[in-house]
C-alpha cells in the first residue's frame, strides 16, 4: 500500500497503536521500495590484460568473481600494425577497429556499456594484422550482488 497525504491522515484518525503499527508497516514498505531501486557498488570490477607483444592467437580476460558482473566501460589501446580488432563479451561481438594497418596506438573506450557478464561468459580480444606494440584491454563496473541485497 502506498500512502499520500490523504491516507496519513486517515491513519491519524485510527486508534492510536493502530495506526503507530500501520505507519511502522508503511515505512517499512517504502524503505523495501526504495533499497530494490539501489544499486551496490562495493564490489567493483577491473578485469584487464596488457603484453608488451601480443601473440597471433585471441587474448583471454579471466572474470575476477564467480558473481554476475555489471561491465560498465571498455578502455583498449590497441596495437600498431592490427587492421581489426574484436571484443568477445559473452555472446556480444563488439568491433574495436577495422580499417587499414593502424601507424600509431590507438586508444578506444566505450562507456555507459551496462553489460551483464555472468562467471562462463567469454571475454576475448581478438586482432587481425600483425601487431608490432604492446596492447591493453580494461574492462570495469561492479559485481551484482543479487543475495545481499533485500
Not at 567493483?44 to 587474448?59: L, Q, R
Request: charged residues 20%; glycine residues 8%.
Amino acid at each position: 500500500m502506498h500512502f499520500n497525504d490523504s491516507n496519513w491522515e486517515e491513519l491519524l484518525a485510527c486508534d492510536t497503536e493502530q495506526a503507530k503499527l500501520q505507519m511502522l508497516f508503511a515505512h517499512r514498505q517504502e524503505l523495501r521500495r526504495q533499497s530494490r531501486k539501489l544499486y551496490d557498488f562495493s564490489h567493483p570490477v577491473d578485469e584487464w590484460m596488457s603484453d608488451a607483444t601480443p601473440n597471433a592467437g585471441p587474448i583471454e580476460i579471466q572474470p575476477d568473481y564467480e558473481i554476475p558482473e555489471r561491465i560498465e566501460n571498455i578502455v583498449a589501446s590497441l596495437p600498431v600494425g592490427i587492421t581489426a580488432a574484436t571484443l568477445q563479451l559473452g555472446q556480444r561481438n563488439i568491433i574495436l577497429y577495422s580499417g587499414g594497418a593502424l601507424g600509431a596506438q590507438t586508444l578506444v573506450s566505450i562507456s555507459y556499456t551496462g553489460m551483464i557478464l555472468g562467471r562462463s561468459d567469454r571475454r576475448v580480444l581478438s586482432f587481425t594484422g600483425t601487431p608490432t606494440t604492446g596492447f591493453y584491454i580494461g574492462l570495469t563496473g561492479h559485481c551484482i550482488e543479487r543475495e545481499g541485497n533485500r
